[in-house]
């Protein structure tokens, strides 16, 4: 813990599937004193890590779209095109999750990883961090609906040319960060990704 905050009392409001943690504390103001002791809850849902799967050959992206109940009243509905992603488990790395994920959201398979970013999604209020990756991948025979069926996945999978993708961005049909995050950053480097993984 930074020396510079003081957890006064931590207590656990809730333990499932994902934990809520309420905490009070204080903290070191940017004067040197400390601040009065607030509270704040916190949303521990452990660490992701998230792929666009990219064709340079092909110039083609894979994105998904699934049905996510935090979108349940979004303006666009409930059903999302996103990039693939997982949770990170106990003593699993980042690109191990995504090239796991990759076969079982979207049937493809990664062959190379270019690491982008590692973000906090939304510190506010969770601790929960991205790590996010562009991924090699052969879209020649990408398509279908897939995942896993015991966790209630229902996963279409879109194979669209990169072109295509920033059209949807621009639109706003893509509104989940780390799809947004991803696409920004291949629109920006296209031609390196292209030079990368050209043989």
Known sequence: MHTDVEILE???CFEGFFRIERYHLRHRLFNGDWSHPLVRE??????AAAVLPYD???DEVILIEQFRIGALNAPGGPWLMEIVAGMIEVDESAPDVVKRESIEEA????????PLY????????????????????????????????????????HVITLDAAIALLQTGRINSASAII?????????DYARNLWAS
């Open 10 to 12: 931590k207590t656990i």
């Open 42 to 47: 916190l949303f521990e849902r452990g660490h």
């Open 56 to 58: 340079p050959i092909r």
């Open 107 to 114: 049937n493809c398979i990664i062959t190379d990883l270019i």
């Open 118 to 157: 590692d973000f906090l999604v939304s510190p506010g209020g969770t601790t929960e961090r991205v790590a996010l990756f562009c991924g090699r991948v052969d879209t020649t025979h990408a398509g279908g609906v897939h995942g896993a069926s015991d966790e209630g996945e229902d996963i279409k999978v």
């Open 182 to 190: 991803a696409l920004q950053w291949l629109t920006l480097n296209r």
